[in-house]
């Protein structure tokens, strides 16, 4: 069971350049989400998504967007990258509920220079 | 939207002492808090988490204390141990989203 997996890993972008990241659960949950993590801020929430084919923006939506075609994946996009971009992005899963607790990703850390 | 903040950024504590990591959150429909654990390099990891109609939970060396008057809650850790040190965050959540405390990270002396 591998539970959330992000890909890719790593990644080195200039700035301009698009790039999609792929995030696939297997655990059956309704609630999927993207964040990032920058040093001494926490994770911010980007845009989540509460079941297949739909989506809504969270605190810093600006500049990525994102789709949620099938149950089991939510994709993150960057049509343009920015340096500003430079971050961890983590995906998250849960259940039903709200009050059941989010299954992270390992991460992707992505440049842009 | 749910403004959370968390107290004290760095803890430093002898091991075998206790450390208590404080956050308070500004809406008062929040009913569900987490605490998560994260490693260097690695994904945040849910260690305790409590839900509103609870004041109180307790899982070995863990336990966390929620305050819903007063609108915070707290983690404590006793008998700290080496694989303790880590960066911690507190969320608070209504409905399904999490909001987040900046972080407190913890360095257990030996």
């Known amino acids: 069971n591998a539970g959330v997996t992000q890909t890719p890993k790593f990644r080195v972008l200039k700035t301009g350049q698009s790039m999609t990241l792929l995030c696939a659960q297997d655990?059956?949950?309704?609630?999927m989400y993207w964040y990032r993590q920058d040093p001494g801020m926490g994770l911010r929430l980007i845009h989540y998504?509460?079941?297949?084919?739909?989506?809504a923006k969270g605190e810093v939506p600006d500049g990525y967007n994102v789709s949620r075609l099938k149950k089991q994946n939510f994709l993150l996009g960057l049509e343009s990258a920015a340096p500003s971009q430079t971050s961890v992005y983590f995906c998250?899963?849960?259940?039903?509920?709200?009050?059941?607790?989010?299954?992270f990703g390992d991460g992707t850390r992505l440049s842009i220079l | 939207g749910e403004n959370v903040e968390q107290h004290p950024s760095t803890l430093s504590v002898q091991e075998g002492d206790s450390a208590v990591i404080k956050c308070t959150y500004s809406?008062?429909?929040?009913?569900?808090f987490p605490w998560y654990k994260q490693e260097l390099g690695k994904r945040p990891q849910l260690i305790i988490d409590?839900?509103?109609?609870?004041g109180e939970k307790k899982d070995q060396r863990i336990a966390v204390t929620l305050n819903k008057t007063a609108k915070h809650f707290s983690l404590h850790i006793t008998e700290t141990q080496p694989e303790d040190s880590a960066v911690y965050f507190c969320?608070?959540?209504?409905?399904?989203?999490?909001?987040f405390g900046a972080g407190t990270t913890v360095t257990v002396r030996a």
């Open positions: 409590i839900r509103s109609n609870v």
């Open positions: 998504s509460v079941g297949e084919g739909t989506t």
């Open positions: 969320a608070a959540s209504k409905n399904y989203k999490l909001s």
């Open positions: 655990m059956n949950h309704e609630y």
């Open positions: 809406d008062s429909a929040s009913n569900y």
């Open positions: 998250a899963s849960n259940g039903m509920t709200g009050s059941q607790p989010q299954h």
